[in-house]
Every structure is written in structure tokens, then in C-alpha cells.
């Protein structure tokens, strides 16, 4: 699966390509139904998320936006097996997910990188852990570290890394896993805009190319217009569904272009009015 090759397909926008959501092809991977979870604190109840059902299909890319603290990671978390919902259920390829759920590959907001390891280093510990022959290991890191564009850069600190290199070295060291799923939170939060845009772009090719079903967790609504098949919008806290967008962009597209295209500056609008009356509550 990792020898194929990652490809930034060229775009085009005609009728021709394949739009159709994917949501009606796929079996489901994730499943949530009726979830709620309340966090017992020191200062009482914290209701996260109330009556979540969503159905995550293989090989989709979901993308989660809603105002802060609404229960984004708090979702992630739970398909992740990190903790249970306190209503409902949460299945993973039709079974209840169970601590910890091996089979998906959770990148948060912080890149956890270990210090005092390079880049080659690094991206070994999940290939390590399994015991992988050193041999085999060193050629499946070099192959992903091809992948993310960071080939030379092996023997390179975290230290010695730009913020985009040190996400694409966290990215190969989840790809490392060879996860079916990549949860990823705000992955790209710190990054400036053009490396950001370059991040998506890879980031796309690689769900497509290894077929890997993404949720990914923005604030940033042009990211979640533009990386997603289906966008979530979630309302504040206690985070409920507020809707279901589809985005109906070919499944190859031109991250690049994409502010030329009608279908995405509707749906851009669109979201804004739908999470403009969260932020105004916000505000109070
Ligand atoms: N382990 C925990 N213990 C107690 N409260 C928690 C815990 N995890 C999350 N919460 C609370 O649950 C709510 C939802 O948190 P969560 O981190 O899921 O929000 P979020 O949508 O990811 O926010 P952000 O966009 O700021 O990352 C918050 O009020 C948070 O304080
Ligand atoms: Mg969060």
C-alpha cells in the first residue's frame, strides 16, 4: 500500500469527474449514535457533546469545525478509544470501540516529536514497538519520509526542523502505523497560510493515495471546505450536529485553484453563516 505513489492530481473541473459523495459507496468505519459525554470536574458538570449520530464511510475525508470547546477532540478522543461516551455508542467497523483502538492513527495539535531522537528515529518508534527487523524498518521510513518530502532531513533534530517539517515528520511517523484512519486535530493551527495550503495539499493526495479514512478537526473553514468530501459543522457547547454539508468538488482537486470555484466560495459563505450566530454568543 505505502509503494504507491503519492500524486498531486491535476484538476478538472468538469462535469465529468466523480462528485458523488463517497458517504453512498462505502461501508461505514466510524459510527456514533445518540453519543453524549459529561465530564465530571472540581466545578460540577461539563455537558461536551449531547445526541451525536454521524456515520464516518471508508475511505471519506470528514472534516469537524465548530466554535472552541464545543467536543471536536472529545469526538476524536472517543473513536480513538481514549475514553467512552457517557450516552450512546461509539462502533468502529461495527464493533463498540474499546480501549485503545489500535487501527486508527491520532495526530493532535502538538507534534510530540521525541527530542532527543532524529527524524529517522522518530518516525521508527511505531515500526519499533512491532518489532519490525531494523532492515525492513529502515527502508519503510525512508519510503514514508520520500512520501512527506522530507528525504534527506533523516538524521535532522526536531530542533533543527521548520514547523511544517516537524508536522510531515509527525505525519510519517502516523502513516507509520499504517492506520486504516488518521484522526487529526488541528494539525496545521500554527502554520502560516502558504505552508498550511502546501500541508493540505499533501495531506489530501495522501488520504486519496493510501485510501486512509480522515476525520480532521479545523477552526478554519476554508480548510474545511477545501480537504473534505463531508463537513460537520457542530454548535456550541454542549456540542449537537448543527448540519451536514456535502462538498461536492471532484475527489482530486486543486487545492491551489479552488478559490476560482463557485461550488467552493458558496460553501465558504455558507459555513461563515452558519457559525456566525456561535461566534456573536461568544462574544456575550
Ligand atoms: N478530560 C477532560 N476533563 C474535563 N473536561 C474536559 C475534558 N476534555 C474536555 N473537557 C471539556 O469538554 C468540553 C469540550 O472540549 P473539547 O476539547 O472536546 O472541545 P473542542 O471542540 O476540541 O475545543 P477546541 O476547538 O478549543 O479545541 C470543554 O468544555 C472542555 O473543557
Ligand atoms: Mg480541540
Known sequence: MFERAVTAAAVDQEASVETRPIAEASPTLISYRGVGKTFETLQGDVVAVRDITLDVREGEFVTLVGPSGCGKSTLLNMAAGLFEPTTGTVHYRGAV???????????????????????????????????????????????LLHKVGLKGFEKSYPSQ?????????????????????????????????????????????????LGKTTVFVTHDLDEAVSLADRCVVFTHRPGTIARVVDVPLPRERDLMRLRHNATYRDLTAELWDLLSPDMEQMED
Open 97 to 143: 470501540v474499546a480501549p485503545y483502538n489500535q487501527r486508527v492513527g491520532y495526530m493532535t495539535q502538538n507534534d510530540h516529536l521525541l527530542p532527543w531522537r532524529d527524524v529517522m528515529g522518530n518516525v521508527k518508534v511505531p515500526l519499533e514497538i512491532r518489532g519490525v527487523p531494523k532492515g525492513e524498518a529502515r527502508d519503510r521510513v525512508e519510503s
Open 161 to 209: 526542523l521548520s514547523g511544517g517539517m516537524r508536522k510531515r515528520c509527525a505525519l510519517a511517523r502516523l502513516l507509520a502505523y499504517d492506520p486504516e484512519a488518521l484522526l487529526m486535530d488541528e494539525p496545521f493551527g500554527a502554520l502560516d497560510a502558504q505552508l498550511r495550503l502546501k500541508m493540505q495539499i499533501e495531506i489530501r493526495s495522501l488520504a486519496m493515495a
